[in-house]
T-cell receptor
C-alpha cells in the first residue's frame, strides 16, 4: 500500500465549478500535511498547509481528519488558471529529520 | 534573494554512464533533499543532506549517491544509468531539516537512451 494515495484523475470541470480532491495516508506518525500545486513540466509549489481545524485561502479550503487519516482540498469557483496537478504531501518526522512523502497527484483540467 | 537553482536543466545520457546533478539551496537554507519524479508520478524521496551528512534515505539503490558541501550546495550522482532512471530530478532546500517548509528548484530532466 502506498504511503499517500490520491485519485489520479483527470478531473475535467467547467469554469466556475466546485471540485474536491481527497487523499489518504497510511502512516499514523505523520506530522504535517500540505497541498502542493504542480504545473506541467514545472516544480511543485506549496499551495497551502492543512490543519485539523480546517483552513481557507480565498477559493481554496483544506481539511484534515486525523482519525480517518484523510486530507481534502476544495476549490470553489474554478478558474482556467487552476488547471494543474495537485499533490497531497505528508511529512513524517523521523530521528533523521523530516521527509516529504508525495501522493501521485490529481490532475485538474478546468474548461470553458 | 535567489531561490533554489539546479543545473543542468536538461541532460541526455547513455545506459551505463554516470551523471552528476547539482543544486544550490535558497539563501538561508542549510538542508537539501533530492527527489525523483517519473512521468505521471509524484516525486519520490531519494535522500536528504544536512551538515554535510546523509540524514535520511528513501528506497533507492546504492547507485544513487550524494554529497553536500560546506556552502550547503549539493550533488546527486547516479552510476550505471538505466533506462528507468529517466525522470525529473528535483532538489528541495529547507532550514534545519524542514523547519519552515521546503522550496523546490525547477529540476533537471534526465533522459537515458
Amino acid at each position: 500500500r502506498k504511503e499517500v494515495e490520491q485519485d489520479p484523475g483527470p478531473f475535467n470541470v467547467p469554469e466556475g465549478a466546485t471540485v474536491a480532491f481527497n487523499c489518504t495516508y497510511s502512516n499514523s506518525a505523520s506530522q504535517s500535511f500540505f497541498w502542493y500545486r504542480q504545473d506541467c513540466r514545472k516544480e511543485p509549489k506549496l499551495l497551502m498547509s492543512v490543519y485539523s481545524s480546517g483552513n481557507e485561502d480565498g477559493r481554496f479550503t483544506a481539511q484534515l481528519n486525523r482519525a480517518s487519516q484523510y486530507i481534502s482540498l476544495l476549490i470553489r469557483d474554478s478558474k482556467l488558471s487552476d488547471s494543474a496537478t495537485y499533490l497531497c504531501v505528508v511529512i513524517i518526522l523521523t530521528g533523521g529529520g523530516n521527509k516529504l512523502t508525495f501522493g501521485t497527484g490529481t490532475q485538474l483540467k478546468v474548461e470553458l | 534573494d535567489a531561490g533554489v537553482t539546479q543545473s543542468p536543466t536538461h541532460l541526455i545520457k547513455t545506459r551505463g554512464q554516470q551523471v552528476t546533478l547539482r543544486c544550490s539551496p535558497k539563501s538561508g537554507h542549510d538542508t537539501v533533499s533530492w527527489y525523483q519524479q517519473a512521468l505521471g508520478q509524484g516525486p519520490q524521496f531519494i535522500f536528504q543532506y544536512y551538515e554535510e551528512e546523509e540524514r535520511q534515505r528513501g528506497n533507492f539503490p546504492d547507485r544513487f549517491s550524494g554529497h553536500q558541501f560546506p556552502n550547503y550546495s549539493s550533488e546527486l550522482n547516479v552510476n550505471a544509468l538505466l533506462l528507468g532512471d529517466s525522470a525529473l530530478y528535483l532538489c528541495a532546500s529547507s532550514f534545519y531539516q524542514g523547519v519552515g517548509g521546503y522550496t523546490f528548484g525547477s529540476g533537471t530532466r534526465l533522459t537515458v537512451v
